[in-house]
């Protein structure tokens, strides 16, 4: 039972362009959701993080939008650079619980210059 | 800024040996979660420690163990290998303390090849 999907495996964009990831949840019991980056042979790198009490988080190129009744989140990334290219993992937990992190799949975003 | 470390990076083992990996987290981060990558899948959580005290569990074999010890590095012992094994295994740290928000982060992870 996948609990956090992504459902587009892979992404490509122009340099410059806007990359939208996107990422849909099952478990209401979620109020706390994260994008990691990763890179092959590394750990994954947080990127950005929203909590259910909000809808939006931005911090520079990168924004987070949460709807909640639609249990979806998307990733933003304005402009897109060639060093985003990577895999962009959504994640999940529920806050204030074990904080064990619920991944989805990983979406492989290309950015071609 | 200091990271989450990982050691070995790289262990190849026979089947039905032990292995051992060691995870050493952020300063002053509290808690320590175990994740385990198969090729071409999300990371899984296995196990987690929060002051020393296992906290959660997830999908880990019983042939695995992990503990924290008094200065919050953990590891994870690995016995029994089976080629299944062979994975990336994450250590992540984060702080739970008063106005902590969850975030994890993670080491490099340890390449583990069972042959």
């Known amino acids: 039972d996948q609990q956090v999907k992504q459902n587009s495996p892979s992404l490509s964009v122009q340099e410059g362009r806007i990359s939208i990831l996107n990422c849909d949840y099952t478990n209401s019991m979620f109020d706390y959701f994260l994008w990691y980056k990763k890179y092959p042979a590394e750990g994954p790198t947080f990127l950005i993080s929203i909590s259910s009490i909000k809808d939006k988080n931005e911090d520079g190129r990168f924004t987070v939008f949460l709807n909640k009744s639609a249990k979806h989140l998307s990733l933003h990334i304005v402009p897109s650079q060639p060093g985003d290219s990577a895999v962009y993992f959504c994640a999940a937990t529920v806050s204030g619980n074990t904080g064990k992190l619920i991944f989805g799949q990983g979406t492989t975003l290309q950015v071609k210059p | 800024a200091a990271g989450v470390i990982q050691s070995p990076r790289h262990l190849i083992k026979e089947k039905r040996e032990t292995a051992t990996l060691k995870c050493y987290p952020i300063p002053r981060h509290d808690t320590v979660y175990w994740y385990q990558q198969g090729p071409g899948q999300d990371p899984q959580f296995l196990i987690s420690f929060y002051e020393k005290m296992q906290s959660d569990k997830g999908s880990i074999p019983d042939r695995f163990s992990a503990q924290q010890f008094s200065d919050y590095h953990s590891e994870l012992n690995m016995s029994s290998l089976e080629l299944g094994d062979s994975a990336l295994y994450f250590c992540?740290?984060?702080?739970?303390?008063?106005?902590?928000?969850?975030?994890?982060?993670f080491g490099p992870g340890t390449r583990l090849t069972v042959l």
């Open positions: 992540a740290s984060s702080f739970r303390g008063p106005l902590s928000t969850d975030t994890q982060y």
